[in-house]
């Protein structure tokens, strides 16, 4: 069985955990600890990074995006459409979403690894500014939960969940649609609740 290298609080290994169970592929959770620099993460991915999937024959597959495309091979297309456009479209809220996550990663470990004194305030202020952006643009129009999704929606449930546990009550105001967006997807699709960072 494929293995899963990832951490509970990762949003890129909530996104790809989400896929796996949606598509009904079966792999085995092991959580590691990035800043221990575990040996197996780093002879399976050198730039230290989760999540990566161990395939059963030795080979790894590493950032989330790819191994959503390697469990949307494997499952025939159970986590992207076949229509180019509607494809296209499950690839840029995927993408935009990981996006988010980036820079809210970013403004984590600036605070966490850096001397209170030393953190750089207008670079939070640059990150953060990105992320309610691209918040704001998703709440005006938030995507459909029908009930066949892609590893877009997946992607924008982990971001939130991300935002949620890092930044709680600082991102939802004036956005009650993408609360609601997230409370429905929970409901819709309880499978896949567990798999929020938290």
Avoid at 133 to 144: E, Q, V, Y
Avoid at 154 to 161: E, I, K, N, Q, T
Avoid at 174 to 180: A, D, F, K
Wanted: proline share 8%; glycine share 6%; net charge positive.
């Amino acid at each position: 069985m494929p293995k899963l290298l990832y951490a509970s609080a990762s949003p890129y290994s909530s996104k790809v955990r989400m896929a796996a169970a949606y598509a009904g592929i079966a792999i085995d959770l092991v959580p590691v600890k990035t800043e221990d620099k575990p040996a197996e993460l780093i002879s399976a991915n050198p730039l230290g990074k989760i999540p990566v999937l161990v395939l059963e024959d030795g080979r790894t597959i590493h950032d989330s995006r790819a191994i959503t495309q390697h469990l949307n091979r494997l499952s025939k297309n159970a986590l992207f459409p076949h229509n180019p456009d509607k494809r296209l479209e499950a690839e840029v809220l995927e993408a935009l979403a990981d996006g988010i996550c980036d820079c809210a990663l970013s403004m984590v470990y600036e605070r966490r690894t850096r001397p209170d004194t030393m953190v750089y305030q207008p670079w939070l202020d640059r990150q953060w500014a990105k992320i309610t952006t691209a918040l704001d643009l998703i709440n005006a129009n938030p995507p459909k939960l029908p009930k066949k999704i892609t590893a877009g929606q997946m992607a924008l449930r982990a971001a939130l969940g991300y935002l949620a546990l890092r930044f709680a009550g600082q991102w939802e105001k004036g956005r009650g649609r993408l609360v609601r967006w997230a409370a429905r997807f929970d409901e819709k699709f309880p499978d896949l609740k567990g798999c929020v960072p938290g």
